[in-house]
């Protein structure tokens, strides 16, 4: 590993990173809040179906 040419690709990645603006942002997160709450519905039915059916 090259040190030197690390901190150059550091560098140039810093130089070509941009900071999003407000909508891409929102965006951004409005899909991860719908990807955490879909997630959390899909174990909430799956932690009622078992809770209602016991099965065994």
């Known amino acids: 590993m090259d040190l ?4 150059k690709n550091m560098v140039n ?7 999003s603006d407000k909508d891409d942002y929102m965006q951004h ?6 990807g955490i709450g879909g997630i959390g519905a899909i ?3 799956i932690q009622f ?3 209602v059916f016991r099965f065994g």
């Open 4 to 7: 030197e040419q690390t901190l």
């Open 13 to 19: 990645t810093m130089k070509l990173a941009k900071k």
């Open 29 to 34: 997160l409005r899909l991860v809040l719908l």
């Open 43 to 45: 174990g909430f039915i």
């Open 49 to 51: 179906v078992f809770s």
